[in-house]
Each structure stands twice: as C-alpha cells, then as structure tokens.
C-alpha cells in the first residue's frame, strides 16, 4: 500500500539554524501539506501546496517557513532560523485531488528538538 | 468557524469488550469527518470517514463510527477491542473556511487491557 515517508525521523538543531525536512508524498497525489503537534497539544495545520505554490497557510506559518518541491518526488519544509518553540512534530500530508472530500494521508513525521 | 471536540483523554476497556471513543462536532457546512489513529513512534493513520450517505461508516481495523447529524456526533467504535489497539485517536473534520485545512481534537488516548 502507498505510504508518504518522512526524513529524518529525529532532528536535534542549535536555535538560530536553519532545518530541512523532507517528505516524499504518495506517487499520484497533487495536492501536499504540512502540519505540526507541540508537544501535547493539537495537530494544527502550517500549509497546503499544489502546482508548484502555496495555496493556503495558516498565522504560524510565517517568514521563517517555506515549502519547495524540487524535484517529482521530495516535499520539503524549510525553516530559516529555528526558535525554542518551533519543537515540534512535523507531519507531511498528501492528497489526490482538491476535493474537501478528498482524504488526506500522513507521513510518520519528523520530531524536531531546537536547544 | 469549525471545530472538533473529544471530551475523553483517555478510554480504557477490556480486551474483548465493545468500545466507543467519543467526538462531537461543529460544523457551518456539510460535516465531512475522519478518525485517524497515531500508534506509538507512528503517524497519523486515516481510520475511515463520513462525506454522506449511511450514517454508520466503516474502516480499518474492524473500526466503525456512527454519524449522528442530530447530536452532532461521530462515534468511533469497535464491537470488540484488541490490545494491539492501544493508541492515541484522533477526530478531525475538514475546515469549510479553508480550502484545504483539516482541524484536529485534541484526541483521546485508548488504552485496551488484556
């Protein structure tokens, strides 16, 4: 069965660097996405992207943040300066369509630790 | 605005016994809703969900949920639990003020003793 895979599993950085996590979604899936869960808290939403931009983000993803496709298979998410709070498990998503019908799969996520 | 509740953290049930996980949910369009279960060191894990149609949807796992529209509820349930389904479960529905945005409980934590 397809599955959206996530590198790395774990990442440890210093505050201040900058991070990379990678997601390959499922093969036939247009439509990508990346949320994170704080340590005991909700999953929440960061961005949604398809055919090449961003169609939607949410408050948290701000300048710090960006998302890339650079080839046919990687989804990436970039964080430029990472702060205390952006520990946090990071979750890639795909999709098949646009549909609000359309079920959303999840990687295993990347548990990010910034010291 | 949309949202999702799970007014339980945590449900514990005996092997073999019926379980239910419970959310309830506020919606301002159709309600399309998903369970999705988080195993230890795992992802999210769709479940199954409900678009339309039969009020009660069947998923993964010998896993059902009920839709009930009047209640504003969706059940998650499973007429008989296994240990192995020991996790964390999640509701979620999709956000009719976004395009593509899923909201998420806070999810409760189904522990099954043997």
């Known amino acids: 069965e397809p599955e959206v895979t996530q590198t790395p599993s774990h990442q440890v950085t210093q505050m201040g660097q900058e991070v990379i996590l990678r997601c390959v979604p499922i093969s036939n899936h247009l439509y990508f996405y990346w949320y994170r869960q704080i340590l005991g808290q909700k999953v929440e939403f960061l961005v949604s992207f398809y055919n090449n931009e961003i169609s939607e983000k949410s408050e948290i993803f701000d300048d710090q943040f960006s998302v890339e496709r650079p080839d046919g298979s990687n989804f990436t998410l970039k964080i430029r300066s990472t702060k205390l709070e952006d520990s946090a498990m990071y979750f890639c998503?795909?999709?098949?369509?646009?549909?609000?019908?359309?079920?959303?799969?999840f990687g295993p996520g990347t548990r990010l630790l910034v010291l | 605005a949309q949202s999702v509740a799970q007014p339980e953290d945590q449900v514990n049930v005996a092997e073999g016994n019926p379980l239910t996980v419970k959310c309830t949910y506020s919606?301002?369009?159709?309600?399309?809703l998903f369970w999705y279960v988080q195993y230890p060191n795992r992802g999210l894990q769709f479940l199954l969900k409900y678009i339309t149609g039969d009020n009660l949807v069947k998923g993964s796992y010998g896993f059902e949920a009920e839709f009930n529209k009047s209640q504003t509820s969706f059940h998650l349930k499973k007429p008989s639990a296994l240990v192995s389904d020991s996790a964390l479960y999640f509701c979620?529905?999709?956000?009719?003020?976004?395009?593509?945005?899923?909201?998420f409980g806070s999810g409760t934590r189904l522990s099954i003793r043997p």
């Open positions: 979620a529905v999709r956000d009719w003020d976004s395009a593509s945005k899923i909201i």
């Open positions: 919606v301002s369009g159709n309600p399309y």
């Open positions: 998503a795909s999709s098949g369509g646009p549909s609000e019908q359309e079920t959303q799969y």
